[in-house]
C-alpha cells in the first residue's frame, strides 16, 4: 500500500504521477493529510485526502510530494508523529523536487541525496552530500528531483517499467 503525504501547497503534479503509478503497478494507493479537510495545492487546485492522520492504514511504501515550505511542516508535531509511527513499517520511502527539506528536519534524510540545485545548496549547509543522477537511493530512502525523476524511482523499486 502506497500513501502519499499531502503537506500544504503540495506538488498535484507529483501526487498524480504516484497515485497514477501505483494503479499501473496494481499497488492500493491513497493519500493522507494532518485533516480530512482540503488541502491546497501548489497549482491552485484543493484535494480532500482520502484519511487524516489517525484513521490511515499503516503503508509499506511513502511518498512526500515536494511542497512550498515543507520544511517548516516537520516542526508540527502531528506531521512528525505520523513519519514516526509509520516509519518502521515502510519498505521504501520517496521524495519529490524539495520534500528532502522536510525529511532532514524530522531527522530521517540519509547523508547522501539526490537534488536540484536550489535544494542541493541548502542540504549542503547542513553538511548532506548531493549525488549525480536524477535520484538517488539509501537505505529506504529515494532522493529525486522531483517531477518524472519520482517516475523513475518508482520504476527502480518496482524493477520494472511504468507505462504511462
Avoid: C
Amino acid at each position: 500500500m502506497l500513501a502519499i503525504l499531502l503537506l500544504p501547497e503540495f506538488s498535484e503534479l507529483e501526487a498524480a504521477l504516484a497515485l497514477e503509478a501505483a494503479k499501473r503497478l496494481g499497488l492500493p494507493a491513497y493519500t493522507v493529510a494532518k485533516g480530512r479537510k482540503g488541502t491546497p495545492a501548489l497549482a491552485g487546485s484543493v484535494w480532500t485526502p482520502t484519511y487524516a492522520f489517525p484513521a490511515a492504514p499503516p503503508p509499506e511504501v511513502l511518498l512526500i510530494p515536494g511542497a512550498k515550505r515543507p520544511g517548516r511542516m516537520a516542526r508540527d508535531p502531528s506531521y512528525v508523529a505520523f513519519v514516526e509511527e509509520m516509519w518502521e513499517g515502510l519498505e521504501a520511502v520517496f521524495l519529490g523536487f524539495n520534500a528532502h527539506l522536510f525529511l532532514a528536519e524530522v531527522g530521517r534524510l540519509p547523508p547522501r541525496v539526490a537534488a536540484t540545485a536550489e535544494v542541493a545548496q541548502a542540504l549542503a549547509k547542513q553538511g548532506y552530500q548531493v549525488a549525480d543522477g536524477s535520484f538517488h537511493r539509501e537505505a529506504k530512502v529515494y532522493t529525486t528531483l522531483g517531477g518524472l525523476s519520482l517516475l523513475k524511482a518508482l520504476e527502480d523499486w518496482a524493477q520494472k517499467a511504468i507505462e504511462l
